[in-house]
């Protein structure tokens, strides 16, 4: 049975899904750190509902993007 292929998210290159490729969905570990600095740095973001805004509001200073 043959792996699946995937492109990695940060550089599109094609990685074999498998015990093979320790950094999948990457192709390497310097492009997880590279998405992983991209969350960090709130480049990438997970949209929130009104409801999920309110109820944490208070919680944090105001974020400008």
Do not use: N, Y
């Not at 950094?23 to 991209?38: H, M, Q, V, Y």
């Not at 990438?44 to 509001?57: M, N, Q, R, T, W």
């Amino acid at each position: 049975m043959s792996s699946a292929v995937v492109k990695c998210p940060t550089c599109s290159a094609l990685v074999e899904w498998g015990e093979q490729s320790p950094f999948r969905p990457f192709c390497s570990e310097r492009c997880k750190l590279i998405d992983l600095g991209a969350w960090a740095a709130e480049e990438h973001a997970i949209p929130g509902g009104d409801v999920e805004d309110e109820l944490f509001s208070d919680d944090f200073p105001a974020r400008h993007h």
